[in-house]
């Protein structure tokens, strides 16, 4: 019988939550420990921050992160991309860099505004 575990990291708690092989989950002390143990087990997902270059003339580089947690499987291809990219200025916060990243759901949005 193969089960996992996890920690959830949902909120403060850390509930140690125990999956097995029909996703059924227990050590869980709310029902987002559950979604999030199955998510987890099943699809897992991250938020990534970073920077990519930026053609300013005072700041070399723009701080940047998916709109949406992409799939973990993507982060190490991701990072390989975005040491490619250079965006020109002006650019606002919000501003999508890269639409659909890697044929994914997810954006690259900037978290900064630099105008010159």
Same mark, same amino acid.
């Given at each position: 019988?193969?089960?996992?575990?996890?920690?959830?990291?949902?909120?403060?708690?850390?509930?140690?939550?125990?999956?097995?092989?029909?996703?059924?989950?227990?050590?869980?002390?709310?029902?987002?420990?559950?979604?999030?143990?199955?998510?987890?087990?099943?699809?897992?997902?991250?938020?990534?921050?970073?920077?990519?270059?930026?053609?300013?003339?005072?700041?070399?580089?723009?701080? /940047?992160?998916? +709109?949406?947690?992409?799939? +973990?499987?993507?982060?190490?291809?991701?990072?390989?991309?975005?040491?490619?990219?250079?965006?020109?200025?002006?650019?606002? /916060?919000?501003?999508?860099i890269i639409?659909?990243?890697?044929?994914?759901?997810?954006?690259?949005?900037?978290? +900064?505004?630099?105008?010159?």
């Open positions: 019988m193969s089960k996992h575990t996890i920690i959830c990291t949902i909120c403060p708690r850390g509930c140690h939550l125990e999956v097995d092989e029909n996703l059924n989950v227990t050590g869980n002390h709310c029902p987002r420990g559950i979604a999030y143990a199955r998510a987890e087990i099943t699809n897992p997902r991250r938020y990534i921050a970073t920077t990519v270059m930026i053609n300013s003339q005072h700041i070399r580089r723009l701080s /940047v992160a998916t +709109k949406t947690p992409i799939a +973990k499987s993507l982060i190490f291809p991701l990072m390989e991309l975005l040491k490619t990219i250079k965006v020109e200025v002006p650019v606002h /916060v919000g501003d999508v639409h659909h990243v890697l044929d994914s759901d997810v954006d690259i949005v900037a978290t +900064k505004t630099i105008l010159e």
